[in-house]
């Protein structure tokens, strides 16, 4: 049985990070989907604070070919810097200083061959080491206060083990996730007894799906290491997460704030819409913009 004494602390975490962004072209040809802007900072930067509000020490990026802007990106750029400095820049000097995490806290690796979100995973073994991690899939933006992660850590100090952020989907949408079978719910967490990669609507479980957010215990290296491919002949996450059920204690964490899926374009303008509603600079004259709009 776990107790509270005996639950090791989550410090690191992974961000995928080596999709192609194929869906859009051609503005990813050379630029990754995860820099694409929410108003004035890239989907990537927001999965990073969300990880450094919840106690986040170590930031873990999974890449590929071609994403070099996010590491130039999450570093020191002294020119502009300097520039920004002696114009008294002060307002934009800091935006860049904030989105630094500390020195020696971040470290990258490549996914070499696009085997799926498991193998990815997988191919940060050796930063993560043999300690329970979190998980941030940067598509999914989410919106709260605290945020998500950070609710999770709250929940995962009472219960350790492994825990998913999941929300309800409609029906004819469980076929897009992963889904799984809920026992036992108690606020926000639920006992999961059960996870399925991207089931047809009239098999699932529930219509709980898995949200991008995710403490791991490392148990779940040994299970990626067979290299099973399952949907989509794909190395899955939820393959290896469901072999874990029973091993450990395993809870869904029900997220009830704004969710932006970023990875598609409609959820990405509902995205740039709703935080810049809320941004202080554009929420104004954005709204007279969408008030004007002939629909």
């Known amino acids: 049985m776990t107790t509270v004494s005996n639950i090791r602390p989550v410090r690191k975490a992974v961000f995928p990070v080596a999709g192609m962004g194929t869906r859009f072209l051609p503005a990813t040809k050379a630029v ?15 999965a990073v604070e969300e990880a450094q509000a919840a106690g986040i020490e170590q930031f873990i990026f999974v890449t590929g070919r071609g994403k070099h802007i996010i590491e130039d990106h999450f570093d020191h750029a002294y020119e502009l810097e300097a520039l920004l400095s002696s114009r008294e820049k002060t ?8 989105a630094l995490p ?14 799926g979100l498991g193998h990815a995973i997988w191919c940060a073994r050796h930063f993560v080491g043999d300690e329970p991690f979190a998980i941030l899939l940067p598509d999914e933006l989410l919106v709260d206060q605290p945020g998500c992660l950070t609710r999770m ?3 995962y100090n009472k219960t350790g083990g492994c825990m998913i952020a999941v929300r309800e989907v409609p029906q004819e949408e469980t076929k897009r996730y992963g889904i799984i079978d809920p026992k036992g719910e108690t606020g926000e967490l639920m006992r999961v007894h059960g996870i399925v990669e991207k089931p047809a609507p009239e098999n699932t479980p529930s219509r709980l799906a898995v949200i991008g957010r995710y403490i791991v215990q490392p148990q779940v ?5 067979r290299h099973e491919k399952g949907a ?3 190395i899955q996450l ?14 869904g964490f029900r997220f ?12 990405f303008l509902h995205a740039n819409i709703a935080l810049g509603l809320s941004h202080p600079e554009t929420a104004g004259p954005l709204r007279t913009i969408l008030k004007n709009l002939s629909l």
Request: net charge negative.
């Open 238 to 251: 939820t393959d290896a997460l469901a072999r874990l059920i029973g091993k450990t204690p395993f809870h």
């Open 32 to 46: 990754p989907k995860e820099m694409l802007p929410v108003v004035d900072k890239p989907v990537i930067q927001y």
């Open 232 to 234: 989509g002949d794909e």
């Open 91 to 98: 307002k934009e000097l800091n935006s860049l200083l904030e």
């Open 153 to 155: 850590m709250s929940a």
């Open 221 to 225: 290296f040994a299970e990626l290491e």
């Open 102 to 115: 500390p020195s020696g806290s971040v470290s990258f690796t490549r996914q070499q061959s696009p085997l």
């Open 256 to 267: 009830n704030g704004q969710r932006f899926d970023c990875g598609d374009k409609v959820g």
